[in-house]
């Protein structure tokens, strides 16, 4: 274990996860998360941004110095958040960092979030952005709930038979909005970020009463079968580590190629800190280095 994992578990531990415990209102996760974005995550030098749509999304584009928007692959990238807090500006160091090292553009997603846009919003934005790039070869990606945002919107593309993209990854993925894995209770006192106590609400926000099981919103019940490969990875110590564990699985059972990275002691969305956290920088590197990869190979 690094020096800067043990550091950045405690600051979280004692700082970010007792501010979400405690945090009044979402108004208030969202100012918050968005002033810590801009103080502490920063891309490689020379990276650059540029904001655009996709049909009626907003995205904003993440590119290394050298890296140019028409490149092929896209990476279309989904950020975290719970669905409720969280934005293209807060994920765009992170994805400027996996753009250098994979050596293509990042787009980001402005997706509406909940509760003002409660579920299905996300995943008709995720769908309508997809389906304005799917000329072009395209991997999915997101973090947290966009890493759960982004397999959903690789089940609805499986379901309505739309050109499958190359590849699909998740960075901490929240795939169950039922919270029926062991490690919501098991891990919730090893969990360095996210408190137990605030999940419920979260997804209340988002759902909005629908169905916690749908699989546009829960991907863990989707059906995968003909899927490209799959990269996940989770923390042996996250609330949400079976949430990757779990889907894994049956991706597995229903024929899909899975990759999954479980880190030892990290905290959830680990790469997010990549400026100060050899591990986060490791992870990204590997997650490129798989992205290379699939980038030839399958279907466009």
């Known amino acids: 274990m690094s020096l800067a994992r043990r550091a950045l578990n405690i600051y979280l531990r004692w700082s970010e996860k007792r501010h979400l415990a405690v945090a009044a209102d979402i108004d208030t996760l969202r100012r918050s998360f968005a002033f810590r974005a801009r103080l ?12 655009d749509s996709l049909g009626p ?18 990476i279309l990238y989904f950020h975290g958040g719970g669905y409720v807090f969280g934005s293209t500006n807060t994920h765009r160091a992170m994805a400027a960092a996996l753009s250098k090292r994979a050596g293509f553009p990042v787009c980001l997603v402005e997706y509406r979030l909940a509760p003002e846009h409660p579920f299905p919003a996300a995943v008709e934005d995720a769908v309508a952005a997809y389906e304005a790039l799917s000329d ?8 947290s709930a966009g890493g759960g945002l982004a397999l959903a919107l690789l089940a609805e593309i499986l379901r309505r038979d739309l050109p499958r993209p190359k590849a699909a990854f998740g960075l901490s993925p929240f ?39 749908d699989p546009r919103a829960s991907p863990l019940f989707a059906d995968f079968t003909g899927a490209p490969p799959v990269w996940m990875a989770a ?50 590197s590997r997650l490129a280095n798989w992205i290379v990869a699939q980038s030839g190979s399958g279907d466009s």
């Not at 999304?57 to 896209?74: L, Y």
């Not at 072009?136 to 973090?143: A, F, K, M, N, T």
Request: net charge negative.
């Open 40 to 51: 502490f995550f920063h891309g490689p030098f020379g990276s650059r941004y540029a904001w």
């Open 175 to 213: 795939t169950d909005l039922t919270f029926s894995g062991a490690s919501i209770t098991e891990n919730a006192e090893k969990e360095v970020m996210l408190p137990v106590s605030r999940i419920g609400e979260i997804s209340e926000a988002y759902l909005a009463g629908a169905a916690a099981d």
């Open 235 to 284: 923390g042996t110590t996250e609330i949400l580590r079976d949430d990757t564990l779990r889907l894994a699985e049956r991706m597995t059972a229903q024929g899909v190629q899975v990759t999954v990275e479980v880190g030892k002691n990290l905290p959830h969305v680990w790469p997010m800190f990549q400026n100060i956290l050899p591990e986060g920088r490791a992870t990204l």
């Open 136 to 143: 072009r070869p395209v991997i999915l990606g997101g973090d």
């Open 57 to 74: 999304i907003p995205v904003q584009w993440a590119m290394a110095r050298r890296v140019t928007r028409d490149k092929d692959p896209v």
